[in-house]
């Protein structure tokens, strides 16, 4: 064997070694641990199995022992969803048709190219923006002729009432990607109200009339609508400003990012609703971030459902809907979870980055109830009666609350 072959034989065996170690670390990340077993309990699959799914969702394959009864899905994964590809990007959404359990919330992820336009529409529902990444253009009119305009990037939020017609076109780079919310389990992103399908419907007589012009002026409309179509990214924005009859009287946007969060030793909440931001009439949210090891508390919202979005990491979560059922989830990036009104849980981060996500609810206020508050100002015996635990359990627990709370 010459030198040559002797080399190119090591590379190869080299290149095929590495192969099989990264095959075989894929395939261990993607093993369920331990399988459908619980102590003495369950028993290996014999059947068919999915191991990616399984392990991403390992208490539901083998779950806690405090688990009972039986609960309805909670999580969904946007991966599972239909996709709606356009020339200027998607948009895909979880709604109750693909989440029963969500009869409230409804969820819309969206991406434009750079330039690319979600065109102008309106909505029957309330809807509430979060941009994920890149930056975008925000326009509006209200029924008084007031204008709107801002530019918006990565964490930043905004607001448009039922009936007020918008736009949405990404900026420069790499253009943007976003979460759309609505109070309407029911919302459905193909029945929007859009400027081009609307003119297509329209007789052009009646165009003409409407803006005292020649029919002939309309001879370029579109057929049918463009939804999410490119476009050059757009120019300065005060270049670009158009005033109207005025400055609405609340901004349509909030600079999230730039609000000061509820820091605790175990990560940081930044709500906001109409409190902070009077334009959100119908839904409030809360941007969460938990350290690894670290968990949102033990509480519930007696207001509204929650519907959360994961961003980054992974996390498990236990719900108790009463009558001795409650059910264990677990999540990562990508994924939708949900919890009826009332109902108690927690967010756990499992993994070992920061974990990052949304949680939103139908109401114009935040509202939730703590578990330690509860018992901390509940007079001690009646406590004691109840769970036989130490004075010392609830000492610690502050007036103000520390929604996060670490490993």
Known sequence: MSNLQRRDFMVTGLAATTAAL????RAAAQEPS??????????????PTNPSREAQSRDRLAPPVTDHGTLPNLKFSFADTHNRLQPGGWARQTTHREMPVATDLAIVNMRLKAGAIREMHWHKETEWGFVVKGSMRVTA????????????????????????????????????????????????????????DWLAHTPREALAKNFGVPEEAFAKIPKEELYIFPADVPGPLEKDRVTGAGPV?????HRLMDQK??????????????????????ISAALVEVEPGGMRELHWHPNSDE????????????????????????????DVG?????????????????????????SPWFSDVSLRQWLAFTPYE????????DRSVLAPIQVHKTPVVPA
């Not at 990264?22 to 670390?25: E, F, L, Q, Y």
């Not at 918006?152 to 976003?178: K, M, V």
């Open 34 to 47: 331990g399988g459908p077993i619980r102590g003495k309990e369950g028993a290996s699959i014999l059947g």
């Open 338 to 362: 949900y919890v009826p009104r009332n109902m108690p849980h927690y967010i756990e981060n499992t993994g070992d980055s920061l974990l990052r996500y949304i949680e939103v609810w139908k």
């Open 261 to 282: 969060p509820v820091e605790t030793k175990g990560g940081r909440v930044r709500i906001v609703d109409s409190s902070v931001f009077p334009a959100t009439t119908a």
């Open 141 to 196: 009119v209200d029924d008084q002729g007031r204008a709107f305009q801002d530019d918006i990037t990565e964490g930043n939020i905004w607001n448009f009432p039922t009936g007020i017609p918008h736009s949405l076109q990404a900026l420069g780079g790499d253009g943007c990607e976003f979460l759309l919310l609505f109070d309407d389990g029911d919302f459905n992103e193909d029945e929007t109200f859009l400027l081009t």
């Open 382 to 389: 009646l406590v004691r009666a109840h769970l036989g635990i």
């Open 307 to 334: 519907l959360q979005y994961y961003l980054e990491g992974r996390s498990r979560m236990t719900v108790y809907a009463s009558e001795s059922s409650a059910g264990t989830f677990d999540y990562q990036a990508g």
């Open 249 to 253: 009287p609340k901004s349509y946007t």
């Open 22 to 25: 990264a095959g075989a670390a």
